[in-house]
């Protein structure tokens, strides 16, 4: 995505799978990290994590990313069994190549060393679970032969002579000579699946861990097995990376921890513990080494920094959603922005690279996430977070805390819930009706609707707009706990699917499914803008004000944000391709900058006076 208007983007964590591993790359001068999110590949400075790049050419779950030696080319291959080589370097990332290794998942890639071969390794319904292939036009260079079940993890020999080295679920690891490559022998150490095989920087050793808790050297020229290193894992060990001077290993493993280990005298010298707390979502799934950076990766896709002289703790992570955002708030009053995916996960965001998990209750759940199923909504009301999702239940966090700290049951599944700014009283949306909440309790209710509730607004503590399945926003007056329906606003054609009061109270924009935003003026509920708002092209997902009041955001599934001004109802800055597969959400920071998400897992921040006419 390349746009004038795009400030900072950050992408998704990496996507991860109980009971398995993953393999994440590092850039071989730069200080950055390489992994699948979704149908991204995402790249991410670990010195600068406002640095971050977001690859959209797949069309399918990105599983595997690495960089060449060189540093100027990346491969990547996704669970369709294609793999893109495309330029690092240029920047408009232009594709060298676009091949099809086989016919299932790519689990794993490796480059030669002169970056102009590669090895991919995966899963497919055929004979084919490896391939090497030129880098340039996809001609295979030999035949890597031999396993009878997926295969989880390869790697290229650095020097000369060249090697290949694999390991699959079949508990064997393959050793083939080349170029051409053919097998010149199996060792079958393992009594489980392969996890991960990696070669020295030097090549002249080469390292594999698996499931049976097992790390075995090999030499790296003829591929024989030189001895074990006892690493004292309690759990599967999942990936295994060396460090730059080919000295020591790092692993990781289901027991939640990683461990640093002499690869020579097989001490384990440094023993990093994930959390004071270990619960699943620590299960550690992929390491890196390169330079002075230690990195690894948490079951809940957290990415850890580690340092010898703090191994009782990461010194840093980077947070972010594994699933599709689907809501999301900007709070005003602390400056912070919330977001929640389809998997129950909320994340607080102070910035771009600033952000903090909103942990649930259940500490079985693999990503802490906050609801047992999709976040339907998300706003602050009285100095608290609040959230909805479809566990039938809205959670309270006061706003800077990391855990939730009460739950309170809803009358069905929501939709939606909102908050006048800095306001007491939140309302709630469900398949059944409306709920009025403040104080941390339900203070009203509306049920046996005539209609079925899409969207919510709330103005102050006096008025409520919910949109319906009938076409209609339904105006409801509040007093106390009661709502008393005051007029019904007829003029759109599809489900009401966004609502917002603006700043000043009074007008009420609205999105509908049949791709029209509306606003209307609050009391008479007239027209100030209809029927000339229709660039969408699907259904509104969201609408937000400018503090002015005359700017106006709608986030649309058609991917692009639109900016529509009040005053200027015929002129609009659009802000196309802002979201792969959908824009699910957009909130003004203040009259020039905004925060937008999308099914993507992707979070983008905008500034509309990049471009010196639209300030």
Request: with cysteine; aromatic share 6%.
């Amino acid at each position: 995505l390349s746009s004038p208007y795009l400030e900072h983007t950050v992408g998704g964590a990496p996507v991860t799978t109980r009971g398995a591993g993953i393999h994440i790359g590092m850039h071989p001068r730069e200080p950055k990290v390489i992994y699948g999110s979704g149908k991204n590949v995402v790249v991410r400075n670990l010195e600068n994590p406002t640095d971050t790049f977001v690859y959209r050419g797949h069309n399918a779950n990105v599983t595997a990313a690495k960089f060449s030696t060189s540093g100027y080319w990346v491969a990547s291959g996704d669970a369709t069994g294609r793999v893109r080589v495309w330029s690092w370097d240029n920047p408009e990332h232009i594709l060298k190549l676009e091949t099809i290794v086989f016919s299932g998942e790519v689990k794993d890639l490796a480059w030669d060393k002169e970056s102009k071969r590669i090895v991919a390794v995966g899963d497919a319904s055929g004979q084919t679970l490896a391939k090497c292939f030129v880098w340039d036009t996809g001609s295979a260079v030999g035949q890597l032969v031999g396993h009878s079940k997926r295969v989880l993890t390869c790697d290229y020999r650095p020097e000369r002579p060249f090697r290949i080295a694999t390991g699959a679920e079949d508990m064997l690891v393959k050793f083939y000579n080349g170029p051409p490559f053919q097998l010149d022998h199996t060792n079958s150490g393992h009594s489980n699946f392969v996890n991960s095989v990696r070669f020295s920087p030097d090549g002249s050793r080469l390292v594999s861990v698996g499931t049976d808790k097992k790390v075995i050297m090999y030499d790296g020229r003829s591929g024989e097995p030189t001895g074990e290193l006892a690493t004292g894992h309690a759990g599967s060990i999942y990936d295994v990376a060396w460090s730059p001077e080919g000295t020591h290993i790092l692993t990781c493993s289901s027991d939640k921890t990683c461990r640093v280990t002499d690869a020579t005298s097989g001490e384990v010298e440094v023993t990093f513990a994930l959390s004071p707390d270990p619960q699943v979502s620590d299960f550690q799934v992929a390491v890196a080494w390169a330079g002075p950076h230690m990195i690894s990766v948490s079951l809940d896709g957290s990415i850890n920094f580690l340092d010898r002289g703090s191994p009782g703790a990461p010194v840093n992570q980077l947070v972010g959603h594994q699933a599709a955002i689907v809501a999301l708030h900007h709070d005003a009053v602390s400056g912070c922005t919330f977001t929640g995916s389809n998997d129950g996960t909320v994340i607080q965001w102070r910035g771009p690279g600033d952000a903090v998990r909103i942990a649930g209750t259940d500490k079985r759940h693999v990503a802490k996430a906050a609801h047992g199923g999709k976040v339907a909504g998300v706003t602050t009301v009285g100095g608290q977070l609040m959230t909805v999702g479809w566990d039938d239940a809205a959670r309270l966090a006061l706003v800077g805390e990391s855990a939730m700290s009460a739950s309170l049951p809803l009358g069905g599944q929501p939709v939606g819930v909102a908050c006048a700014p800095a306001g007491a009283l939140a309302a709630v949306a469900t398949n059944n009706g409306v709920q009025l909440i403040s104080g941390g309790a339900i203070v009203g209710e509306l049920s046996g609707l005539a209609y079925t509730p899409t969207s919510v607004a709330v103005w102050g503590a006096e008025e409520v707009a919910v949109g319906g399945s009938d076409s209609k926003i339904h105006i409801y007056a509040v007093d106390g706990a009661t709502l008393t329906e005051t007029a019904a606003v007829e003029g759109h054609r599809g489900q009401v699917t966004a609502l917002a009061y603006s700043p000043a109270g009074d007008m009420l924009a609205a999105g509908d499914s049949n791709r029209e935003v509306n606003v209307w003026v609050r009391g008479s509920w007239e027209g100030r803008v209809r029927g000339l708002w229709q660039n969408h092209t699907t259904r509104i997902t969201a609408v937000a004000w400018a503090p002015s009041g005359d700017r106006l955001v709608s986030s649309s599934l058609d991917e692009n944000l639109i900016v529509w001004s009040v005053s200027a109802p015929r002129t609009k800055i659009q802000l196309p391709f802002a979201h792969k597969d959908g824009a699910t959400g957009v909130a003004f920071i203040d009259e020039d900058h905004l925060v937008s998400c999308g099914m993507d897992s992707v979070l983008a921040w905008w500034n509309l006076a990049a471009v010196p006419e639209h300030k």
